[in-house]
């Protein structure tokens, strides 16, 4: 199957800082990503859909201000976490589609952010 | 999209058929039934997806019933590495975002 990497896997940053995730569809292009964010033993939650040369469409709840996407290419999507709080701490999760086709989508390995 | 019943948790035998269920008794005509699954601190992982034929790839088996508001996922031979949440997922085919339940956590057990 098509493959979404993620970067970086795991990473810990101190309280007021902000971080950046990146997902990237290495064989495919994807129009659309999704990010989602997990609790421990809890499942995945839709934070927002992000497209290709325009705003992410963000789910209730989800502050935009906070959460900043941006996917500039058809390869890649950026999460960034402002301002971080130990709050924010969770496993991040891309995902991504291959455009135009309405098959499976595809998942990165997930981020583990730790906000000290 | 539709929802969907898992039990919470099973466990299988090591080597024996796995048999997961979902309930989806609200799904429309046009809402294919997906499984994914996720080990541990890993994305999810597609496993499988159909309509209303039985499908089979090299990973598992799904079974759905002539009305379509239930499914079974079967993983015929399980390993301790199929030990995972497994999610069931109705939805309409597009580039719509997956919704996840609380899936059945399957433990595998030597």
């Known amino acids: 199957g098509a ?11 101190k309280s007021g800082t902000s971080v950046k995730i990146e997902c990237r ?8 990503m999704f990010w989602y964010r997990q609790f421990p033993k809890k499942s995945l939650m839709l934070m927002a ?11 209730q709840g989800v502050e935009k201000d906070k959460f900043l996407i941006n996917h500039a290419s058809l390869t890649l999507s950026t999460l960034t976490v402002t301002s971080a709080h130990p709050e924010d701490s969770s496993f991040y999760i891309c995902s991504a589609r291959v455009s135009g086709a309405s098959t499976e989508a595809f998942f990165g390995q997930g981020t583990r952010l730790t906000v000290v | 999209d539709a929802k969907t019943t898992q039990p919470t948790s099973m466990d299988c035998a090591e080597g024996r058929a796995a048999n997961l269920p979902c309930n989806h008794s609200t799904i429309s005509g046009n809402e294919y039934v997906y499984w994914y699954r996720q080990i541990h601190s890993q994305g999810p992982q597609y496993i499988i997806h159909g309509l209303k034929n039985n499908e089979t790839n090299e990973m598992a088996s799904l079974i759905i019933t002539e009305d379509r508001k239930s499914s079974t996922l079967i993983l015929p031979h399980a390993t301790l590495r199929d030990t995972a ?24 057990i030597a």
Do not use: M, W
């Open chain 2, 85 to 108: 949440v497994y999610y069931c997922i109705v939805r309409v085919p597009g580039n719509t975002p997956l919704v996840f339940g609380k899936g059945t956590r399957l433990s595998v």
């Open chain 1, 49 to 59: 859909t992000s497209n290709e040369g325009s705003k992410a469409t963000y789910e």
């Open chain 1, 3 to 13: 493959v979404v990497s993620q970067h970086p896997s795991r990473v810990i940053c």
């Open chain 1, 25 to 32: 569809s290495l064989d495919f292009q994807a129009t659309t």
